[in-house]
């Protein structure tokens, strides 16, 4: 087996999460007294929160910076990631697993790192990951490789033996790309299932099931 190293997005692949973000967008420019445009939510889904609050700031000149968007951002949401939101089933047994195996295991994502912690610890998942990356952290949105880029270096791995995890076809496309090894994991948020199977190297429906990760890596 000579996958080494594993870099999981969180939400939607790790946790079931993605319903927080499918409103908040529109319900954020509304609680500013602005109406958001038709189809929000999926102008701004492939954006970091640096990304999406520089478009709420040059579309409706809102007299905010950018962090004070992504605190008000993250407030609407913060109280699911404390009290809320589960692992997927199957999750942490699959991540035992992997480290077993003598596999790495690291957290890339789009949502900010005090989230991402408190639903960890919460979870009795504090420690599982060798590091979170962040995309506010790398400066870049899962539309650029960057962040991937950053969590191979810390794996210390080569992208011949890393595998990515993601739900979003937007960010595994990213990733694939890039030279990754690519594992879709379906999650409802997701419409473009038939492309993800296409384009990744392996697809697993739930982690209950991951007969076909283990047998891509057996074969690797």
Known sequence: MNIKGVIFDFDGTLFDSMYIWDNVGEDYLRSLGKEPEPFLGDTIKTMSMHQAALYFKDHYDLGLTVEEMICGVNKMT???????????????????????????????????RYLIDAALKRCGMEGMFSEIFTCSQVGHGKDEPFIYRRALEFLGTTRSNTMVFEDSYHAARTAKNDGFMVSAVFDISERRQEEMKNMCDCYITDFAHTDPFWKFASAK
Do not use: R, S, W
């Open 78 to 112: 913060e109280n699911c990631y404390i009290h809320d939101i589960q692992p997927k089933p199957g999750v942490i047994a699959f991540v035992n697993e992997l480290k077993q195996a003598g596999m790495d295991v690291c957290i890339a994502t789009a949502t900010d």
